[in-house]
């Protein structure tokens, strides 16, 4: 299994098609608006940025 963070940019949508193409179907993408590059990939938002916003004070 491969993670890739940050997967929103252009270098890790690239990386998420080569690493299927030619290493492992098994892949996860850690973003807070995951979008999915292939069939495969499973999509993930890590918890941290699901935490209720803290007001400023």
């Excluded at 890790?12 to 492992?24: F, G, V």
């Excluded at 892949?27 to 209720?52: E, F, G, Q």
């Amino acid at each position: 299994m491969q993670t890739i963070l940050g997967a929103n940019g252009q270098i890790a949508e690239e990386l998420a098609k080569e690493l299927k193409r030619k290493y492992t179907s098994d892949i996860r993408l850690v973003s807070r608006h995951p979008r999915k590059v292939n069939d495969t990939a499973a999509l993930l938002v890590p918890t941290c940025w699901m935490a209720p916003k803290r007001r400023k004070r």
